[in-house]
């Protein structure tokens, strides 16, 4: 770049708080962290569904719509999931019972997603929704640095990470969690010993489906409070990436939502600090960093993918 461009760029680094900066990073990965936990539990029961994106998208505008019409932002969380989990069992309907390839089959759910959201959309752009207030819990709000860090969050920040815990759980600790793995792993075994792997694919499905919801509903209710056209921005295709980053593990996804939630706010804060880079620079860096990262993976081979994993199951052979 010319010296013209970077002469009176001064950076203000004083100007974040790493305080808040650590707050904001749980609020700016709740969105990915939903949609990307959905998407363990249905990649670990053996189908790849891509169509994330339409998902969240969707989640966002019947979220935001309920929301505006009903002033509950609660009751547009709960439409915003409802929605997506029956758009994603058209997914699984394709795709387990009529055994459409899947890869196919979840890009075209992102483009109906995304033109379905437009459509809905249309008359809600440029309002206001309500949104969640903070829970302030008593005491613990007020500690010196963990109050402002952990205890200062609205409800669906500590509902994305029991639904982390609960899925981890279930996973390891529980019958249905060893089923769900078995299915994913190896899909013929599991129907020779007498499991229905098809009504547990679509469960699964519809499962992540409804997780994907609640992301996009978070997008729109939460952390930008209105409704604007494609505001997912591609945080479906990050939620996909954070499951590959994770290994299909819970826990890992946690940390890789957090991570990426991290770099958006950091770039955020650096733009608002006069950081002497371009905006357009500091924008593409957490989609660069997760490039990165999956060719780093990828290089290493596959670190725990369910075997099964996107392929069709055919209950006679």
């Given at each position: 770049?010319p010296?013209?461009?970077?002469?009176?760029?001064?950076?203000?680094l004083?100007?974040?708080?790493?305080?808040l900066?650590?707050?904001?990073?749980?609020?700016?990965?709740?969105?990915i962290?939903?949609?990307?936990?959905?998407?363990?539990?249905?990649?670990?029961?053996?189908?790849?569904?891509?169509?994330v994106?339409g998902?969240?998208?969707?989640?966002?505008?019947?979220?935001?719509?309920?929301?505006?019409?009903?002033?509950?932002?609660?009751?547009?969380?709960?439409?915003?999931a409802?929605?997506?989990?029956?758009?994603?069992?058209?997914f699984?309907?394709?795709t387990?019972?009529?055994?459409?390839?899947?890869?196919?089959?979840?890009?075209?759910?992102?483009?109906?997603?995304?033109?379905l959201?437009?459509?809905?959309?249309?008359?809600?752009?440029?309002m206001?929704?309500p949104?969640?207030?903070?829970?302030?819990?008593?005491?613990?709000?007020?500690?010196?640095?963990?109050g402002?860090?952990?205890f200062?969050?609205?409800?669906?920040?500590?509902?994305?990470?029991?639904i982390?815990i609960?899925?981890?759980?279930?996973?390891?600790?529980?019958?249905?969690?060893?089923?769900?793995?078995?299915?994913g792993?190896?899909?013929?075994?599991?129907h020779?010993?007498?499991?229905?792997?098809?009504?547990?694919?679509?469960?699964?499905?519809?499962?992540?489906g409804?997780?994907?919801?609640?992301?996009?509903?978070?997008?729109?209710?939460?952390?930008?409070?209105?409704?604007?056209?494609?505001?997912?921005?591609?945080?479906?295709?990050?939620?996909?990436?954070?499951?590959?980053?994770?290994?299909?593990?819970p826990?890992?996804?946690?940390?890789?939502?957090?991570?990426?939630?991290?770099?958006?706010?950091?770039?955020?804060?650096?733009?608002?600090?006069?950081?002497?880079?371009?905006?357009?620079?500091?924008?593409?860096?957490?989609?660069l960093?997760?490039?990165?990262?999956?060719?780093?993976?990828s290089?290493?081979?596959?670190?725990?993918?369910?075997e099964?994993?996107?392929?069709?199951?055919h209950a006679?052979?």
């Amino acid at each position: 770049l010319p010296h013209s461009f970077w002469k009176g760029k001064v950076m203000d680094l004083s100007s974040i708080n790493p305080i808040l900066l650590l707050a904001s990073l749980m609020v700016s990965a709740t969105p990915i962290l939903l949609a990307a936990i959905g998407e363990v539990v249905v990649e670990r029961s053996g189908v790849l569904n891509l169509g994330v994106e339409g998902l969240m998208i969707t989640g966002a505008v019947i979220g935001f719509a309920v929301a505006v019409n009903t002033s509950s932002p609660g009751i547009g969380f709960i439409c915003a999931a409802l929605a997506a989990a029956l758009l994603s069992l058209s997914f699984a309907v394709l795709t387990q019972i009529f055994l459409s390839n899947q890869v196919a089959t979840g890009l075209g759910l992102t483009l109906v997603g995304l033109g379905l959201s437009a459509l809905i959309g249309k008359p809600y752009e440029g309002m206001k929704s309500p949104s969640l207030d903070k829970l302030d819990l008593p005491l613990l709000s007020d500690l010196p640095v963990l109050g402002p860090l952990l205890f200062s969050h609205d409800a669906m920040v500590y509902i994305s990470v029991i639904i982390v815990i609960a899925v981890a759980y279930t996973l390891k600790r529980t019958r249905a969690g060893l089923i769900l793995r078995a299915v994913g792993e190896n899909h013929h075994a599991a129907h020779a010993l007498g499991y229905k792997v098809i009504r547990i694919r679509i469960l699964a499905i519809m499962f992540g489906g409804a997780c994907s919801g609640l992301g996009g509903a978070y997008l729109s209710l939460v952390r930008v409070p209105q409704w604007t056209e494609g505001m997912t921005a591609g945080a479906g295709w990050i939620a996909l990436a954070i499951v590959v980053f994770g290994s299909w593990r819970p826990w890992r996804v946690l940390i890789g939502a957090y991570l990426f939630g991290g770099v958006t706010v950091l770039q955020l804060n650096l733009q608002a600090a006069g950081a002497a880079i371009p905006v357009e620079y500091l924008s593409m860096s957490p989609y660069l960093i997760t490039i990165a990262v999956l060719v780093f993976i990828s290089a290493k081979g596959n670190q725990g993918a369910p075997e099964s994993l996107g392929r069709a199951f055919h209950a006679s052979s």
